[in-house]
């Protein structure tokens, strides 16, 4: 039985959570007021206006059923109440066309007139509701009373509530502009901080928001600049490096290429070129393609050029997917990967499959594969594993480090896992 989390039904953003965080509270308060003032505060009101109502309209029936006629029973009215009501005689009990005997807080009403007075009542809302017309049968006759509804009701008491509710929606969405300037700061700082590790430039960018936000998006670009400034210094060491080594190189393979040739001599040619492609992955490794400009490419236009380039490598499934994406960088990791594939197996398939947001490569071979255990070891630069995946080919290790490094920096990842060939998969995914 799993346990009750609070995390799983609660918003996953931070616009979220902060937007409930506010909301709540406010909804709480006023279905509580709302609540307290209908329950408690208004029907007390009521309660005690229908009281005071009953009783003056019980003296005016009295007054009326004791009276010789109407003129001298409005003439006490006045004189002992010191009001005026519209009352009169009725020979018939009928009511206008729009009289309703429902109304707001009627029963509060009838529930006053039978406690205290002796009479019977029969209560309409007229005018509207704006005006309530009582009627008490006496000796054949009927006696009516009209009274303006607002003295015998609250009648308009819903406009508190819709006034609170108004000013509460309004203060809502001033929190919730203000909360989603402060989360678009933050957004603006996730991409910038994704582009950046894609090593690409966010324009415009700089830090806003709240002091704690901008202390954030400094400390990225500060990290940036200095991670920028030791790549270009590694790199820039390297590049001369490399290029202090094929001086020597170039000469050496000169001298050989004018000597007699013999099996000596080519085994030594051969050496020197393996040298030379050492040097090319030393440097890319160092650089990173950092110069490179990512552009938008057709992946299954690139997968099939490549594949075609090398002996014993098949394009089984390629749909159509558009990625964004450094095009050399990318030509060389599945150059690799594919050669891997061709170099460690007899057979290597390669397939696209398009997912809802990444692009998966799978690369397969029939291979001696790698154990589970020693599939991480196999991204750290210039391992080679003992085991027979490694045995008798030429390289230096690079080439998994380099291809996850080109996965990581476009936002994707590289996986090992066992192929359906028998050898290794590797599964490259990167997003569309």
Same mark, same amino acid.
């Given at each position: 039985?799993? !346990? ?9 953003? +931070? ?45 005016? =029936?009295?007054?009326?059923?004791? !009276? ?46 039978? &406690? %205290?007075?002796?009479? $019977? ?40 509530? %819709? ?9 809502? &969405? ?8 402060? =989360? ?6 996730? $991409? *910038?901080?994704? &582009?950046?590790?894609?090593?690409? $430039?966010?324009p415009g960018f700089r830090p806003s928001g709240a002091t704690e936000i901008r202390d954030a998006a400094r400390a990225v670009t500060d990290m940036r600049a200095r991670l920028t400034a030791f ?10 490096? !490399? ?32 040298? !030379? ?6 440097? &890319?490794? *160092? ?7 990512? #552009? ?23 749909? #159509?997917?558009? %990625? ?24 290597c398939q390669v397939k696209l499959v398009k997912g809802p947001r990444m692009a998966e490569i799978l690369i397969d071979d029939d291979g001696p594969g790698i154990a589970e255990d020693k599939r ?47 050898? +290794? ?8």
């Open positions: 039985m799993s !346990s009750f989390r609070l995390r799983d039904y609660t918003p996953k953003s +931070l616009y979220g959570r902060l937007a409930t965080l506010v909301a709540l509270p406010v909804i709480a308060i006023f279905a509580i007021f709302s609540l307290y003032y209908y329950q408690e505060h208004i029907r007390d009101v009521n309660e005690k206006l229908s009281q005071s109502i009953a009783r003056e309209v019980g003296l005016i =029936v009295d007054i009326c059923s004791a !009276s010789e006629g109407m003129p001298s029973a409005e003439q006490q009215i006045e004189r002992q109440l010191g009001l005026r009501f519209d009352c009169a005689y009725e020979n018939e009990m009928t009511w206008p066309e729009n009289a309703r005997a429902r109304f707001g807080y009627d029963d509060v009403l009838r529930g006053q007139m039978q &406690a %205290v007075t002796n009479y $019977e009542f029969q209560v309409r809302a007229i005018q509207a509701g704006r005006v309530l017309d009582f009627r008490h049968q006496a000796d054949g006759e009927t006696i009516r009373v009209v009274v303006d509804r607002k003295r015998a009701l609250a009648a308009n008491t819903h406009f508190t509530i %819709v006034w609170v509710l108004l000013g509460a929606l309004f203060m809502l &969405a001033l929190a919730f502009a203000f909360l989603r300037n402060q =989360v678009r700061s933050i957004l603006r700082l996730t $991409e *910038a901080a994704k &582009a950046f590790g894609r090593g690409r $430039e966010m790549t270009d210094q590694r790199t820039a060491m390297l590049a001369g490096v !490399s290029h202090d080594l094929r001086t020597p190189l170039t000469r050496l393979k000169l001298q050989l290429a004018m000597m007699e040739q013999s099996e000596e001599i080519t085994g030594a040619r051969a050496d020197l070129d393996d040298m !030379s492609k050492m040097l090319d992955e030393y440097l &890319a490794f *160092a650089s990173g393609e950092e110069g490179e400009r990512a #552009e938008n490419l057709r992946l299954d236009h690139i997968a099939r050029t490549v594949a075609e380039r090398i002996d014993g490598a098949q394009v089984l499934d390629a749909p #159509e997917i558009s %990625v964004t994406a450094r095009p050399m960088a990318l030509t060389r990791t599945l150059s690799n990967l594919i050669s891997n594939g061709v170099g460690y197996g007899d057979r991480e070891d196999a991204f750290r630069p210039f391992h080679r594993l003992d085991d027979g995946r490694s045995q008798n080919v030429a390289g230096t290790g690079l080439g998994l480090t380099l291809a996850r490094d080109f996965a990581r920096s476009h936002g994707g990842d590289i996986r090992l896992e066992d192929s359906p060939l028998g050898g +290794l998969r590797v599964r490259l995914r990167l997003p569309y």
